[in-house]
């Protein structure tokens, strides 16, 4: 596999990072600056990747398991690799000050974007971002399981397939590019939301039933308004057809319940406690998932590619043309999803967080040590209440029997 034989690497600034608002929006902001001026502390560069994945170590699975409602855990991740779009890399990438394309002074430029020296990120945006790799991890996991949670399955393959990329797209020619049948389906849906409800979050029913009448108005003549030479010929293709007949089998037996699926800021499911899969949309799922993961990640790696490099002794040598961590932690998506990479989710229930273990450790179910001793005393507190008068065990070799 080329990834082998070239590995690949990102040199990102990394500093200390806090969290701190300005106007009005929460930003995740280095204490360091670039370019640093008179007492300022410089922002430092730091090479990632090298090559984790031969080790079995994977950023992409560091980033899902950031938990996004604690800000130590948001900050100890940038804090050792950066951000995934670092704004001082977006600065030397595009150097000068610009605003809406036109070239002002550095003091205005300051006006309209006070942490423009810092490395910055909105902390929503990077929010979107964890979420977007718990995605891919879940759908991967179990795609791969011998025994599915289809609940489990549809909490974020659906997201996936239909709201991934909501905040993306003014629905106008100035678009970014699809380049699968998979982002073209769900382009199409977005716009029919964006037409009928303005694009609002809304629960999942109340979306897929608006999709719905919008299609079969154009079937049935009612609606030529979305009939492109696009439209036609999405769906004048397989694949695309049957990802309709998925929702409309949805829509069919379990619209009821569709309508108590929350559709959050982030794209997240949230479904009722008593929700449940039809056999109709397990069997869907289990032949559409593959294809819905694989498109979903050739389009975010549109943009990440080879590039051959001659060196000051004139050799040719081929390298990765990345930028940005979130571009090295998408090639580590392709990584781990084209291999045989053993992905596993701790069996702790309070925990849940993804780690991949290491050749002859796959009967290993636990993250942590920690984890697992969790567990062991919670079912010790069990046996203990279900009969408190039962014998103990002393701890060491002290229950052995002696010979």
Known sequence: MVLSDIGFWVDNYVGTYQIEECKGTQYIVSKEFHPARGEEKELKQKRLFMDLFKNNEYILVKLANVDIDDEASILAFCNEYGLPYSSAKISDEQPGYYIMGLDVDEHTYAGWYPLYRQDSMQVYEFKRHVFSARRILNVKNEIQSPDKNYINLFKYLLPMLLYERRNFYDFDSDDPERITDTMEFQYYYLSVLNKRTGGKPSSF?????????????????????????????????????????????????????????????????????????????????DVLASRILSDNISELLQKVHPKMTVGEDGNISSQWDLKYLNEGILLETLVMTSSETRLKKCANPTCGKFFTPNPGR??????????????????????????????????GFKNRKSD
């Open 362 to 395: 796959y009967d290993k179910i636990y993250c942590s040590h920690a984890c697992g001793s969790i567990v062991a005393k919670r079912r010790q507190r069990l046996r203990d209440k279900e009969d408190p008068n039962r014998e103990r065990m002393e701890p």
């Open 205 to 285: 029913g109340k979306d897929l039933w608006s999709f719905i009448i919008e299609v079969q108005s154009i079937e049935r003549k009612k609606n030529k308004v979305y009939i492109t030479d696009e439209l036609r010929d999405l769906f004048q293709r397989r694949y695309p057809n049957d990802l309709y007949r998925f929702l409309f089998d949805i829509a069919r037996y379990d619209i009821d319940q569709m309508m108590q699926v929350e559709v959050d800021e982030f794209a997240e499911f949230q479904l009722p406690t008593d929700f449940y899969i039809s056999d109709e949309t397990k069997k869907h799922m």
